[in-house]
């Protein structure tokens, strides 16, 4: 069985900066779409960005265009989540997923890593 395994979460500033990564395992890491979402507490799950396999294929949720970049590095089977100008709300439990074709529904996804924390103080 494949694993995803998030980091980089934590407590910043509003204004400030983090990079979440995704390290992949047990599988092709080359032949799956990643992506990122993120909770926040009594929400729904929503999509925050994804990737294409070769990169290609980039997409954002509006209110992080601009401040978030997605990226992956298929030698090290790892997907990233730069984040910038965070903003408190921003704050939410951030997860990593992956799926074998593109898309950006959450219910479309196949597998899903722990998720890590991102708290944003005003």
């Known amino acids: 069985q494949g694993q995803l395994v998030e980091s980089g979460g934590g407590l910043v500033q509003a204004g400030g900066s983090l990079r979440l990564s995704c390290a992949a395992s047990g599988r092709t890491f080359s032949d799956y779409t990643m992506a990122w979402f993120r909770q926040a507490p009594g929400k729904e799950r929503e999509f925050v960005a994804a990737?294409?396999?070769?990169?290609?294929?980039?997409n954002y949720i509006d209110s992080v265009k601009g401040r978030f970049t997605i990226s992956r590095d298929n030698a090290k089977n790892t997907v990233y989540l730069q984040m910038n100008s965070l903003k408190p709300e921003d704050t939410a439990v951030y997860y990593c997923a992956a799926r074998g074709t593109y898309s950006t529904n959450v219910a479309d996804y196949d597998y899903w890593g722990q998720g890590t924390q991102v708290t944003i103080s005003s």
């Open positions: 990737i294409g396999r070769y990169s290609f294929l980039r």
